[in-house]
């Protein structure tokens, strides 16, 4: 059972990806929402929601889930870069 909710996880993770890539945002949100309750620790997926985030202007749910990113995983440096230009560092 729990390989196969990682596994939805990440196909979910992916299809989020490709709306995200695609310009569109809000089911992008949707799916990457459903991939983080199945796989709270995941922190690419709270990086990627914060990337769909800051290209709809909201920067704050961008810094939250960045912030999220980063307690998972400190070393995600692309979080920290993204982070750093929102808070204007």
Not at 28 to 38: E, H, N, W
Not at 42 to 55: D, K, N, S
């Amino acid at each position: 059972m729990i390989a196969d909710k990682k596994e939805l996880a990440n196909a979910l993770f992916e299809i989020g990806k490709f709306y995200f890539f695609n310009e569109r945002y809000d089911e992008a949100l949707r799916v990457l929402k459903k991939s983080a309750d199945l796989n709270k620790k995941e922190p690419e997926t709270y990086y990627q929601m914060g990337l769909v985030y800051e290209a709809k202007n909201e920067s704050m749910p961008a810094k939250e889930m960045y912030l999220k990113a980063l307690e998972l995983n400190p070393r995600l440096s692309v979080a920290q870069e993204h982070l750093d230009r929102l808070v204007g560092k």
